[in-house]
């Protein structure tokens, strides 16, 4: 068999190494020259994964089997309507890929459904009489982006007319989103949705970078505290989603704000998280989302049946750069081999031009520590980060060392 996987970062690693374990050639696609999952597929080719007739062209004329891809938004879009256009398998349809990847359609739903979401408004050209009714601070991003690009915090009028005007210009369709903002926690919750009844694999939170005006995602800690209400709320949260979307076998990802008494979901998608989330979730529950993925596409549900974590705290920390281009990591590996880190990830390519952290695809490297106590887990995390450097090509450490603050619970 042959596949086609979108998108060339790093959880498409383990994406084509699952591929290729079931002895399934794979095939590349990805807008960058050098993407780090290059190395490791079969053949490679410079495409952009939002260039739906380039991909469609190309799957035709190599006669792939299928088209896949994990943890992006955009990417899982292409490959719906592809393989609905070529009639090759895919687990979700357009129709569907379509309507999670748009966040005012979601947000539709969620109110004919008593989901709990923040108070809103979706408009192409900025209304004040429309939202006058919302209080600042609020919220304001592009319908139809993610990483959270064009996702920008407001206090006043100004604020809100310069942000408004950048979401529509980062959105496809020239919509943007504002809502207002709730206080608390940020929890991302991971779901494996078989025969129509979600199983909640993990749920972790997601710790911002202190920018007031930003949302990017530096550290993810497992477990959640919350209280047995909240837990309750994110199942009950799970289960609503699969059945107000129609979901009956399918991944899935939410993102929620916890106040310590209620949950009110931000938005969610039908993949599993970026990053390396498909990891902590093999952590935490034993589920594999990346085999999981394959499985869907080709036509078998896999079955849920979730293990106890391996370790009781988990943290997935992620680096970000000051400008520079990217040359080697430094003390990662002397960390790993020492047991302070369990593994660690890198991101970019050699030659990488970096910029300073304005979403989530910024990111340098990162990596996971894990341990039983709370206590052994800070200490872990304190010594990699006063050992772990990001070099440019002339040896200077570029890393944001000032962005990762220090782990509480």
């Not at 609503?240 to 704000?257: E, H, P, T, W």
Request: a negative charge.
């Amino acid at each position: 068999m042959k596949a086609l996987v979108l998108a060339g970062g790093f959880p498409q690693i383990a994406l084509i190494k699952e591929l290729q374990r079931r002895e399934i050639t794979v095939l590349l696609a990805d807008y960058y020259e050098n993407p780090v999952a290059k190395p490791y597929a079969d053949e490679f080719y410079q495409i952009s994964t939002l260039n739906v007739e380039a991909i469609t062209e190309l799957a035709r004329e190599q006669k792939v089997d299928f088209l896949i891809t994990a943890c992006t938004d955009q990417a899982l879009l292409t490959v719906a309507r592809v393989s609905e256009t070529l009639g090759l398998p895919c687990y979700i349809d357009y129709e569907t890929a379509l309507n999670v990847t748009n966040k005012s359609y979601m947000k539709k739903v969620f109110q004919e459904n008593d989901i709990s979401t923040a108070k809103h408004v979706v408009m192409a050209d900025l209304d004040t009489d429309a939202i006058a009714e919302l209080q600042y601070p609020m919220i304001v991003k592009p319908v139809d982006c993610n990483s959270s690009k064009g996702v920008k915090k407001v206090y006043n009028p100004e604020e809100l007319a310069a942000a408004f005007a950048e979401a529509v210009e980062l959105s496809r369709t020239k919509t943007a989103i504002v809502e207002e903002y709730i206080e608390g926690l940020e929890i991302t919750i991971d779901v494996q949705i078989e025969n129509g009844k979600a199983y909640v694999l993990s749920t972790a939170y997601s710790d911002k970078i202190a920018d007031d005006d930003k949302f990017v995602i530096f550290r993810s800690r497992y477990p959640v505290a919350e209280t047995p209400e909240v837990m309750e709320q994110i199942q009950t949260t799970a289960q609503q989603i699969a059945d107000a979307f129609g979901l009956k076998n399918s991944l899935m990802l939410i993102q929620v704000i916890s106040d310590g008494k209620r949950v009110y979901v931000l938005e969610f998608s039908a993949r599993t998280g970026g990053g390396v989330k498909y990891s902590l979730i093999k952590k935490v529950s034993g589920f594999d989302v990346i085999s999981a993925v394959v499985d869907l596409t080709l036509g078998t549900v896999p079955h849920v049946e979730i293990q106890p974590p391996e370790s009781k705290f988990i943290t997935n920390v992620f680096i970000y750069c000051k400008p520079g281009k990217f040359d080697r990591l430094s003390g990662f590996e002397e960390l790993k081999q020492e047991g302070v880190v369990s593994d660690y990830y890198l991101f970019k390519w050699q030659g990488a031009e970096m910029c300073n952290a304005t979403n989530s695809g910024d990111r340098i490297a990162g990596f996971t520590a894990q341990a039983d106590t709370f206590e052994e887990l800070k200490a872990k995390y304190d010594e990699a980060l006063t050992r772990i450097k990001v070099l440019d090509v002339d040896g200077n450490d570029i890393m944001r060392h000032d962005l990762l603050t220090p782990l509480e619970y």
